[in-house]
């Protein structure tokens, strides 16, 4: 019976890891993505900073990334940008696998 605990505790202690990791890379992708986004709409220094923490707080908003989507894509049409849905998710899965690698590179 203490193996199916002891083993159990290991599991859930990886799930805990593994969704924290996750959330991290997800945070990271958007702060990137929000650069990027930033870049295109010809942002100062201080406003891509306050924009990449936009974009990161928008991801709260409901569970998955359309809420980053609706934001990404409304700022950057208000801003006279031409882009569309399939750019801004291509750009999402870009800085993704990014991300992933910058937050690996750390550990």
């Known amino acids: 019976m203490t ?6 505790r290991a599991e859930e ?16 992708r958007n702060r990137l993505v929000g650069e990027w986004a930033a870049a295109k709409m010809g942002l100062t ?39 569309d849905d399939a750019t801004v998710r291509a750009a999402l899965d870009e800085k993704m696998v990014e991300a992933r690698r910058q937050l690996m590179g750390e550990a």
Request: proline fraction near 0%; charge should be negative.
């Open 3 to 8: 193996d199916f605990n002891d083993r159990e």
């Open 13 to 28: 202690a990886k799930f805990a890891l593994d969704e924290e990791t996750l959330f991290r890379i997800t945070a990271r």
């Open 45 to 83: 220094e201080a406003e891509t900073e306050a924009y990449r923490k936009a974009v990161v707080q928008a991801d709260f908003e409901e569970a998955g990334e359309e809420d980053v989507i609706r934001k990404l894509l409304g700022d950057m049409t208000a801003a006279g940008i031409d882009i």
